[in-house]
């Protein structure tokens, strides 16, 4: 299975000198396997537009299927930008959690009202269907399989566990560490065991683990409750899921190249006091990792 990234930054866009390192578009993330012949995608973030020239360059693979983990804009920003939309031949399936959007079509068609976007989405060529998805409910796409499980952000955020043959990955963005911020304004390691269970359960055994790390601990302070993690809870949740290899994402959009280094700096030397043998390292677009 080979995972790369397309785009990484959370909440909106950084084009620009100070994002040239680590990127800056919003989440988008392929998934390959049985050698690159299926893919699936993670999130329909600004990264998805150049995703989408690809493939429609490469006019390879006409079948694809988008998953999208919550509706928030950074996450679904890049649909009427991506091409294959706009090109005959192809179909784009979209899936999301059903519970927030009653109608997983609204992902597309709200963003092209006339007020948003010049046209609508009668001007697709590709065919286009909409699949709601239950939490918790195992699914097959091509030769993936698929769980979910609702995190800790705004409701019907999910995570999903993408699995082909005997490896698997969580992609787990957009995602709040639970501690008791009321006793303590700093994540501790047996709050977060004790009160992220669930996910912990959920990503146990995964050879790779996307996380959201938006925060330093300090920005954190001054942000708890908005949906996201920093770099200690990060490091703590990963050292009690043990994965082979840990993505640190969806970073601070004001978060400069060098102040991401300094970042990935402090959870990792927490990470490698809690847990050495989980291999870390930043999300970067166009980072490829082949997990076999
Ligand atoms: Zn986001
Ligand atoms: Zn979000």
């Known amino acids: ?29 392929r998934v390959c396997n ?30 694809i299927d988008i998953i999208i983990t919550h509706s928030h804009w950074d996450h679904i920003q890049g649909l009427p930008f991506f091409k294959p939309l706009y090109t005959e031949g192809f179909l784009v399936n979209v899936y999301a959690p059903g519970d927030t959007m009653k109608i997983v079509e609204d992902i597309i068609n709200i ?23 239950e939490e918790g409910k195992p699914f097959e796409i091509k030769s993936f399989k698929l769980n979910s499980i609702q995190n800790h952000h705004s409701p ?9 043959k005997d490896k698997s990955f969580v992609f787990m963005t957009d995602n709040e560490i639970y501690f008791e911020a009321e006793k303590n304004k700093t994540p501790d390691l047996e709050t977060v065991a004790r009160l992220n269970k669930d996910l912990i359960d959920f990503c146990k055994g995964t050879d790779l683990l996307i996380h959201d790390m938006m925060y330093t601990p300090e920005d954190y302070r001054e942000r708890i409750g908005w949906g996201h993690s920093c770099t200690k809870s990060a490091a703590y949740f990963a050292s009690l899921v043990n994965p082979g290899k840990l993505i640190y994402f969806h970073y601070d959009p004001d978060y ?30 166009n980072l490829t990792i082949t997990l076999k």
Request: hydrophobic share 30%; proline share 6%.
């Open 156 to 164: 019907g955020t999910f995570s999903y566990k993408v699995s082909s």
């Open 1 to 29: 299975m080979e995972i790369k990234i397309y785009g990484n930054r959370g909440s909106i866009p950084v084009p620009g000198e100070l994002s040239v390192k680590y990127g800056g578009n919003t989440p988008c993330v």
């Open 111 to 133: 963003q092209m009202l006339p007020k948003y976007f010049p046209v609508g989405p009668e001007v697709f060529k590709s065919k286009i269907k909409y699949f709601n998805l």
């Open 256 to 285: 400069t190249d060098e102040q991401i280094d300094e970042i990935v700096d402090e959870a990792q030397s927490l990470l490698s006091e809690l847990n050495d043998k989980i291999e870390s390292f930043p999300s970067k677009q």
């Open 34 to 63: 049985d050698n690159g012949k299926n893919y699936l995608i993670l999130d329909a973030g600004s990264g998805i537009r150049e995703l989408g020239n690809e493939i429609v360059r490469q006019n390879r693979i006409k079948n």
